[in-house]
């Protein structure tokens, strides 16, 4: 039911910067904790950061200092901005939304956007 779309990947030199973006199908994300992820081939899914419905944060050791999540539920919105970059920061970077229901869980992806770090 809920659609993610991803923008803002790309080409960037290392020590350059980058936000990403995740628009959401629906007006408000309050109910939902979002994370993104990161993957490069032959690897699994790795967590890059997370915000939960409050407005916590947390970061994979790699990303802090560096990367900060934010959200703005009114429109919708999910950003990762992204500073300081490293060739090994190369990677398909996906946007994940979630939430519990009842003991239920709902779940969405993004379609993935790709980020090459590269001089």
């Known amino acids: 039911q809920l659609q993610l779309v991803e923008s803002g990947g790309g080409l960037v030199q290392p020590g350059g910067s980058l936000r990403l973006s995740c628009a959401a199908s629906e007006s408000t994300l309050d109910r939902y904790a979002i994370a993104w992820f990161r993957q490069v081939p032959g690897k699994e899914h790795e967590l890059v950061a997370d915000i939960n419905s409050g407005g916590g944060t947390n970061y994979a050791d790699f990303a802090k200092g560096r990367f900060t999540i934010s959200r703005d539920n009114a429109e919708g919105r999910a950003y990762l901005q992204m500073n300081s970059l490293k060739p090994e920061d190369t990677a398909v970077y996906y946007c994940?939304?979630?939430?519990?229901?009842?003991?239920?869980?709902?779940?969405?992806w993004g379609q993935g956007t790709q980020v090459t770090v590269s001089s």
């Open positions: 994940y939304a979630a939430a519990v229901v009842s003991g239920k869980k709902d779940d969405y």
